[in-house]
C-alpha cells in the first residue's frame, strides 16, 4: 500500500489522502459500499465501477459460508468471482460471529461458535481468519477482533481489547508468513468499547505494532450508544493514531455521521444503511431522506435530485415513477440503490474537494444547514464539530438544536 | 408536435407461412431517426411499467429491448392514471412522447406500446359488462372503459395501442353467447379506439372520485382536442371457436354502417384503421383446456386433446382466412422457442413476446440455445438451471450456443456470433462518474478503453448469487435471456433469407430450409422445457427457506449446496 496524505485541512482534523493498492487508486476519504455476498444489492460489479466506486467491502463470514473458499480459491479470488477490478476490504468475521450466531464462545484460541450448516461446534483463529482472507484476495484485510456489543459494559469490555490485541499479534503472524504482504494490507481494530482509558490503552498497544499493520480501524462502535459518546471515541481515536496510516470507522453510513468522522480525521467508512435503506423505497439526498413509499411523492414529476449525477437522477427518474416502482419490482430497488451508492460518494467527494480548496469548515456548514433545515442540528454534531473549531451555530446563535441521534427521516405527516 | 408512423414491409405476404418483414417506426421528417425491427422478432415485456430486473442504464444496453410492451393495468390503481397526470404536466406540452420519458424509455430506440392487460394473465376475474373492462391493479379490480383507454392512449401517446378486446376471464368453457357477446363487444370497442375527434372529458368515471376535488391536471373542458389515435394493433377475437373466430375478422371487414360511418370517417372498414394484429394464447389455451374432451366437431381438422399445437393453428389461421397478410401479427404468450418456430412455420406470426424467456431470468434459467443448431445434434436443455449444484464450479459463460465474446474459460470459435449483453460482454461505462478529486488526473490512472470487453459473468457466480438470494443474478440473467431470445430470432430471419436467396424463381421462400432446421432445433432441444419446471422449484426453495438458520434448515433437508461448511480453512 502507499499512502500519501496530499492535503489537509487548517481548521479541522480532516484530510485527503491517495492510498494505492494492488487494484488501483483511491481517493480519501470516501464511503464503501457494502457487497456482503459478493454483489452490491441488484447490481453489477460493472455498474459500481461506473458509479465511480473504487473501493468496496466484502465479508468475510458470509463468502466463506457461500460460495465457500474451494470455489473462491478455484475463482481465482473474490475480485475474479465478482468481476470487480477495483480494491476491495474485507472484515474479519468476528463481528457476523457475534452479530448473527447465539452461541459463540470467545476463548483465547479463538471464536468458537456453531457451524450454521451443522450446528457443530466449529472454531475460528485469527490465523484461520487471516488465512480464508488470503483466499478471498481482498487488498485490505481486518484482524480478528474481540467484539463486544458497544453497550456492554464491565471487565468483559477490558478482556476483549486485551485480547485483540494479543490476537493483532497472531494475525501478524500470520500474515508476514504468508507471502502476500505485497498486495493484501493488514489493518488492525482498536477496541476498548466506550471507556477512555482502554481505548487509550489499545491505541498505545496497537501504535507499537504499526510495523506490522497498514492502517486502522475503529471498531466497537455504531451499537447503539450514544451519539455524544460515539464522537469523543472517534475524536479520541483518530487523534492519537499515526499520521501515515488511513484510518478506517467501521460501520458508519448517515451522511451527518460520515461528515462528523471526515473532521474528526477519519479516511474511510462502510455501512449496509445506504444500500439497505434503498430497497425499503428511501433515497437519501442534501435535503434528507426521501421516503418514496409515502403517497405524497405518488404525483411528483420531479427526480430525486436534479443535480446529482447518478443515472437515476440523471435519467430525470420521476419520484412518481419511483413511487410506483419500489418494493413491488426489483428495478425500484435498483434505481434508489444507484442513487444512494453516487449520493454517498457524492458527500465524500465533495469533502475531498473541499479540503483541497482550504473550504471544508464552510463545506460542513452549508451541508448542515441544508440537510437539517428547520428540523434543528443535532446537539451531538454541534459538540462534536466544536470540538475541531466547526460552529455549526456561527452567523445563527438561535439555530434550534435537537437531542439525540437527530438521524434525519421523512415520515408520512412531515411536509404535507 | 411531430408525428410518429409506423410502416410494416413484408416483401412476400405469405398468409400462412414463414415471413420475412421490417417494421419501421419513423419519428417526424427524419428517416434516419427510425425504428427498425426485423421480424420474426421479439417483444419484450415489462412489470408495472418497468422491464423486470433492469435498471434504466441496463435497459440502454441491452440491444434485444427494441419494441417494449406495457400492461397499463398496473397504473389503474389511480385515476386519473399517473402516466397520464404526467402526459398532461405542463413540462410535457410540447413533449410528443410522455409515456417514454414517464417510464425511462429512449424514442430513438424503443417502440413502446400499451395493453390495457397482462396478456399472459389468465387468472379468474369478474366478468366484463358492455362497455367496461374488468382488469387487475395492486389494489384489486378495476374496471375500465372503452372511451377511458381511448384517451389515455391519445393522451400517453405510445407508438402502439392494443385495442381492449372482451376477453373472458370467468370461469371456462364459455358458451357461444358468451363467445358471440365477446366479438361484438371487441369489435365495438375498436370502433371506440379508433373514433377521431374531441374525447368528451371528463371521462366516465365512477361517483366516488368525482366528488373528490378535480385532480390538479385534469383539464376540466367538456371536450378537448387530443393528439390523434397511435397505431392500433387488435386482438383476433373469438377464441376457441372457429365460427366465433371468422365472424371477428368478417366484422372487420365488412363496410361500416349507421353512425360509424359518420364517426369513423375517413375510414370504410374497421380493419384500414388497424396497424397490425394481436393473438394472446394464454388465454385461448386456458379456454381449451377447459374444453370437454371430445373430438370437435366444429370443422377443425385435429381435436385440442390430440394435438393441440397443431388446433391452435387451426383456430388462428381461421382469424387469418379473409384478413389482409400484410399487417404485422404479434403473438403473446408463447412457452418455448420450439412453438415459436412452429408459429412462425404454420401461422406465420412475426412478432413474440419474451415473457418466457424474461420468467426463466426470474428463476434462475440462463438460457443456451441458438437457431440454425450449431454443433452436435445430442438431445439437450435451452438453458441451464443455475440453482443445480454442478454449476458450483462451472465458470464457464452463460451460454455455450451464444458465448461470451471474453470468458476465463474457452475462447469461442472464430466466426461463432457471441453474446452482446451485459453479463456476457460486460465493457467500461463509455463515462465512470467522478465525484470531486479523483480525476485520472489526481489519480493518475487513465479512463478504461470503453471498447474493451472485460471477462464474462460466470455460473459459478450467479450460482452463487442465486443460492444467496441477491438480486444481481436476475439482472444478470435477464439481460442474457433476452439477448439470447434476439439472436434466436436474428438466427431464424437468417435461414429463411437464405431459403429465400436460395431458390430462384420458385416461391419466394423455401419451408424446405427452414423447416428441415425446425426439425434440427426439435430434436436438439428438449421441448418439454423441464428445466424452467426444476429452477421455478429450485428458486421456490431458496425464497421461501430464506432467513435465519437457512443453512442447517437445507442441509437437515438433504439439500445443501454441498458448499465447504464453515470451518474449512
Redesign the interface.
Given at each position: 500500500m502507499r499512502f500519501e496524505v496530499i492535503a489537509k485541512c487548517h481548521t479541522t482534523k480532516a484530510r485527503?489522502a491517495?492510498m494505492t493498492l494492488a487494484h488501483?487508486?483511491t481517493?480519501l476519504p470516501t464511503f464503501m459500499p457494502v457487497a456482503t455476498?459478493?454483489?452490491?444489492?441488484?447490481?453489477?460489479?460493472?455498474?459500481m465501477?461506473?458509479?465511480?466506486v473504487?473501493l468496496i467491502l466484502n465479508n468475510t463470514?458470509?463468502l466463506?459460508?457461500?460460495?465457500?473458499?474451494?470455489?473462491l480459491s478455484?475463482?481465482?479470488g473474490a475480485h475474479?468471482?465478482?468481476?470487480w477490478d477495483r480494491n476491495l476490504l474485507t472484515d474479519s468475521g468476528g463481528f457476523q460471529l457475534v452479530s448473527?450466531s447465539k452461541f459463540t464462545v470467545i476463548t483465547e484460541e479463538g471464536a468458537l461458535f456453531a457451524?450454521?450448516?451443522?450446528?457443530?461446534p466449529?472454531?475460528?483463529t485469527p490465523e484461520?481468519s487471516i488465512?480464508?482472507q488470503h483466499i478471498i484476495g481482498a487488498d485490505i484485510i481486518m484482524q480478528l477482533d474481540d467484539v463486544v456489543s458497544s453497550l456492554t459494559t464491565g471487565s468483559r469490555v477490558e478482556e476483549a481489547m486485551e485480547r485483540s490485541v494479543r490476537w493483532l499479534d497472531r494475525c501478524i503472524v500470520q500474515h508476514e508468513s504468508s507471502g502476500k504482504k505485497d498486495n493484501q494490507n493488514l489493518f488492525a481494530i482498536v477496541q476498548g468499547g466506550l471507556d477512555p482509558s482502554l481505548r487509550d490503552r489499545c491505541l498505545d498497544a496497537m501504535i507499537a505494532r504499526r510495523d506490522g499493520v497498514a492502517g486502522y480501524a475503529i471498531g466497537g462502535l455504531s451499537g447503539g450508544e450514544e451519539k455524544d459518546v460515539f464522537w469523543r471515541v472517534i475524536k479520541q481515536c483518530a487523534d492519537k493514531l499515526p499520521e501515515d496510516r488511513p484510518r478506517y470507522s467501521m460501520g458508519i453510513g448517515f451522511a451527518e455521521d460520515l461528515l462528523v468522522c471526515v473532521a474528526l480525521g477519519v479516511d474511510m467508512a462502510d455501512c449496509v444503511f445506504p444500500t439497505r435503506t434503498a430497497r425499503f423505497g428511501v433515497a437519501l439526498t442534501n435535503d434528507g431522506p426521501l421516503n418514496l413509499k409515502l403517497s405524497k411523492h405518488?404525483?411528483e414529476?420531479k427526480p430525486i435530485d436534479e443535480s446529482c449525477?447518478?443515472?437515476?437522477c440523471s435519467?430525470?427518474?420521476?419520484r412518481?415513477?419511483l413511487h410506483?416502482?419500489v418494493t413491488?419490482?426489483?428495478?425500484?430497488?435498483?434505481?434508489l440503490t444507484?442513487h444512494n451508492v453516487?449520493f454517498q460518494?457524492?458527500v465524500?467527494?465533495?469533502?475531498?474537494?473541499a479540503i483541497?480548496a482550504g473550504t471544508f469548515p464552510d463545506y460542513l456548514l452549508s451541508f448542515f444547514a441544508r440537510y437539517y433545515g428547520d428540523a434543528g442540528y443535532p446537539e451531538w454534531c454541534v459538540n462534536a464539530l466544536r470540538s475541531v473549531g466547526v460552529d455549526l451555530l456561527e452567523g445563527s446563535p438561535n439555530a434550534k438544536i435537537v437531542a439525540g441521534s437527530g438521524t434525519k427521516w421523512e415520515y408520512a405527516s412531515a411536509n404535507p | 408536435m411531430s408525428q410518429s408512423s409506423l410502416s410494416f414491409a413484408l416483401p412476400s405476404p405469405v398468409r400462412y407461412g414463414p415471413r420475412l418483414g421490417t417494421i419501421t417506426l419513423r419519428r417526424g421528417a427524419d428517416t434516419a431517426s427510425s425504428i427498425i425491427i426485423a421480424t420474426p422478432g421479439l417483444l419484450a415485456s415489462t412489470?408495472?411499467?418497468?422491464?423486470?430486473?433492469?435498471?434504466?442504464?441496463?435497459v440502454r444496453i441491452t440491444d434485444a429491448l427494441r419494441w417494449v410492451n406495457v400492461p397499463f393495468e398496473?397504473?389503474l390503481e389511480?385515476t386519473p392514471p399517473?402516466p397520464i397526470?404526467?402526459a398532461q404536466?405542463p413540462?410535457n406540452a410540447s413533449n410528443p412522447h410522455p409515456l417514454h420519458?414517464?417510464?425511462?424509455f429512449d424514442e430513438s430506440r424503443h417502440l413502446l406500446s400499451i395493453s390495457a392487460r397482462e396478456p399472459t394473465d389468465t387468472r379468474e376475474m369478474p366478468p366484463n359488462g358492455n362497455a367496461l373492462v374488468c382488469v387487475h391493479s395492486?389494489r384489486g379490480v378495476r374496471k375500465l372503459a372503452p372511451a377511458e383507454w381511448a384517451a389515455y392512449a391519445r393522451i400517453a401517446q405510445p407508438d402502439v395501442v392494443l385495442a381492449l378486446s372482451d376477453t373472458p376471464c370467468t370461469d371456462a368453457p364459455y358458451s357461444q353467447k358468451r363467445l358471440t357477446k365477446s366479438v361484438e363487444r371487441s369489435a365495438a370497442w375498436l370502433a371506440t379506439l379508433l373514433r377521431p375527434g374531441p374525447i368528451p372529458m371528463p371521462l366516465p368515471i365512477p361517483k366516488k372520485l368525482k366528488a373528490q376535488p378535480v385532480a390538479?391536471a385534469a383539464p376540466a373542458q367538456p371536450a378537448v382536442a387530443l393528439p390523434p389515435t397511435p397505431p392500433v394493433f387488435v386482438h383476433l377475437a373469438g377464441l376457441t371457436s372457429l365460427p366465433a373466430r371468422k365472424a371477428f375478422a368478417a366484422s372487420l371487414l365488412e363496410p361500416l354502417y349507421g353512425p360509424h360511418i359518420t364517426a369513423l370517417a375517413p375510414l370504410k372498414t374497421l380493419d384500414e384503421g388497424v396497424a397490425g394484429y394481436t393473438i394472446d394464447l394464454a388465454p385461448l389455451k386456458a379456454a381449451l383446456s377447459a374444453l370437454p374432451d371430445t373430438p370437435s366437431p366444429s370443422a377443425a381438422a385435429v381435436s385440442p386433446s390430440e394435438d393441440p399445437e397443431a388446433h391452435i393453428a387451426a383456430l388462428l389461421r381461421a382469424s387469418l382466412t379473409a384478413l389482409p397478410p400484410s399487417k404485422p401479427r404479434l403473438v403473446t404468450g408463447t412457452t418455448s422457442p420450439h412453438e415459436v418456430l412452429r408459429l412462425i412455420a404454420t401461422v406465420g406470426a412475426d412478432v413474440f413476446d419474451a415473457r418466457w424467456a424474461q420468467r426463466a431470468a426470474d428463476v434462475g434459467v440462463a438460457l443456451d440455445f441458438a437457431f440454425p443448431v450449431r454443433g452436435e445434434r445430442t438431445p439437450r436443455e435451452i438453458g441451464h438451471n443455475l440453482y443445480d449444484v454442478r454449476y458450483?464450479?462451472d465458470?464457464g459463460c452463460f451460454s455455450d450456443a451464444l458465448p461470451a465474446p471474453h470468458t476465463?474459460a474457452t475462447a469461442p470459435e472464430a466466426g461463432t456470433p457471441t453474446c452482446p449483453c451485459?453479463?456476457c460482454a460486460?465493457?467500461?461505462?463509455p463515462a465512470?462518474?467522478?465525484?470531486?478529486?479523483?480525476a485520472p488526473s489526481?489519480?493518475?490512472?487513465p479512463e478504461k478503453d470503453p471498447a474493451r470487453v472485460?471477462?464474462a459473468?460466470?455460473r459459478?457466480?450467479v450460482?452463487?448469487?442465486l443460492?444467496?438470494h441477491?438480486?444481481?443474478?436476475?439482472?444478470?440473467l435477464a439481460a442474457h435471456n433476452l439477448a439470447v431470445l434476439d439472436a434466436f430470432f436474428a438466427g431464424v430471419r437468417g435461414v429463411l433469407s437464405a431459403s429465400a436467396a436460395g431458390v430462384e424463381g420458385g416461391p419466394v421462400e423455401d419451408a424446405g430450409l427452414f423447416a428441415k432446421e425446425v426439425r434440427a432445433f426439435e430434436e436438439a432441444y428438449d421441448p418439454r422445457m423441464g428445466v424452467l419446471v426444476e429452477a421455478e422449484a429450485a428458486w421456490r426453495a431458496v425464497d421461501t427457506a430464506r432467513g435465519?438458520?437457512r443453512?442447517?434448515r437445507e442441509?437437515g433437508a438433504g439439500e445443501?449446496?454441498g458448499?465447504?461448511?464453515?470451518?474449512?480453512?
Open positions: 485527503v491517495r488501483g487508486v481517493m455476498q459478493a454483489a452490491i444489492k441488484g447490481l453489477t460489479s460493472n455498474q465501477e461506473a458509479l465511480g473504487t463470514y458470509h466463506n459460508l457461500r460460495p465457500g473458499l474451494e470455489v478455484k475463482a481465482g475474479k468471482f465478482q468481476g448473527l457451524s450454521p450448516f451443522t450446528g457443530e466449529t472454531m475460528l484461520e488465512s480464508i405518488a404525483k414529476f449525477p447518478c443515472p437515476t435519467d430525470m427518474t420521476s412518481a415513477i410506483h416502482l413491488h419490482e426489483t428495478a425500484g430497488a435498483h434505481a444507484l453516487v460518494a457524492q465524500m467527494g465533495r469533502a475531498r474537494e483541497i | 412489470s408495472r411499467g418497468a422491464v423486470p430486473h433492469l435498471s434504466r442504464d441496463h398496473t397504473f389511480q399517473i397526470l404526467h404536466h413540462s420519458t414517464f417510464l425511462g395492486l390538479a458450483r464450479l465458470f476465463t451485459a453479463a460486460p465493457r467500461p461505462p465512470r462518474l467522478y465525484h470531486g478529486h479523483d489526481v489519480s493518475g490512472e472485460l471477462p459473468y460466470t459459478a457466480y450460482h452463487h448469487l443460492h444467496t441477491e438480486m444481481s443474478a436476475h439482472a444478470l435465519k438458520g443453512l442447517s442441509t445443501g449446496e458448499v465447504a461448511p464453515a470451518d474449512a480453512a
